[in-house]
């Protein structure tokens, strides 16, 4: 089923998109939990991390690019920044088309809460 991600993907609906290519898309959380609080999805439509399969690996693999050219961009490279996979309801996942966030500019606390 598809998501209000589907619908950002599709241009249906708005969001302060950092980066996009064929098969990534990267926007601002809509309720930040950081100062610098991006997700990065693919276009691709998968609900969680356990529907991922082998034929996903370039995807992900990319994923992680985009992470670094952000990172690079945004210049919170050196101080460090999180990110997060939350999966099903254990984790809180709100939005079942996997995402990945990145999380910055302020000291994050370890373990999670
Ligand atoms: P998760 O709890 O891991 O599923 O994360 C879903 C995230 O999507 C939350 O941090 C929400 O704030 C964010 N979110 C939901 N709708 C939107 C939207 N329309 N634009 C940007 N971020 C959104």
New binding site residues.
């Given amino acids: 089923m598809s998501t ?1 991600f589907k619908k ?1 993907i599709d241009k249906e ?1 708005n ?1 302060d998109i950092v980066y996009e290519n064929d098969t990534v898309l990267a ?5 930040p ?1 950081a100062p610098v ?1 991006i ?1 990065i999805i693919p276009k691709k439509e998968i609900p969680t991390i356990n529907e991922i399969s082998l034929e996903d690996k370039e995807i992900l693999g990319e994923m992680f690019i985009v992470v670094k050219e952000i990172a690079e961009k945004l210049k919170i490279k050196n101080n460090g920044y999180r990110l ?1 996979f ?1 999966c099903n309801e254990d ?5 079942f088309h996997i ?1 990945m ?1 990145l999380l910055a500019g302020r000291k994050l606390s370890w373990p999670p809460g």
């Fill in positions: 209000i950002i609906i969001a926007f601002k959380d809509l309720n939990a609080h997700l997060v939350n984790a809180g996942q709100t939005v995402h966030h």
